[in-house]
């Protein structure tokens, strides 16, 4: 069983993580959040494995009941900042295929006249 010391400090470097998570997203560096989430997501599944003692008291309980909420909010705010990249990202997505449609229609009609009395691109040559 974590000593109170022990648990406290654990609870507060999850902050940490929280924070700096919430920093990465903000400023749009994806793929260091992805290295730090893996970091996150142990230091959350280690503290789920800790018992939190009963002789606890009150005022430690409320510090480590804040850390957890502000913990929380952070993940709201990633989240929403994820989702909004992930729009951003889908869109660019339907960007990209229909300017890859337009291309493939275009180049199926390379070539070919188009309105009447146009000439073939090798008859513009002679």
């Known amino acids: 069983m974590a000593s109170p010391h022990r648990l406290l400090k654990d609870y507060q470097q999850l902050l940490s993580l929280s924070q700096k998570i919430l920093h990465l997203a903000v400023n749009g560096q994806w793929d260091t959040l992805v290295e730090q989430e893996i970091v996150y997501v142990q230091s959350v599944e280690g503290l789920v494995n800790t018992p939190i003692p009963d002789e606890i008291d009150s005022v430690m309980r409320l510090h480590l009941r804040q850390i957890l909420q502000e913990v929380m909010d952070n ?12 729009d951003e990202l889908s869109s660019l997505m339907g960007q990209s295929l229909k300017q890859k449609s337009i291309n493939t229609t275009y180049n199926e009609f390379a070539g070919q006249r188009m309105l009447p009395g146009d000439a073939l691109p090798d008859e513009t040559r002679s």
């Open 75 to 86: 993940e709201a705010k990633v989240k929403q900042l994820l989702q909004k990249r992930m």
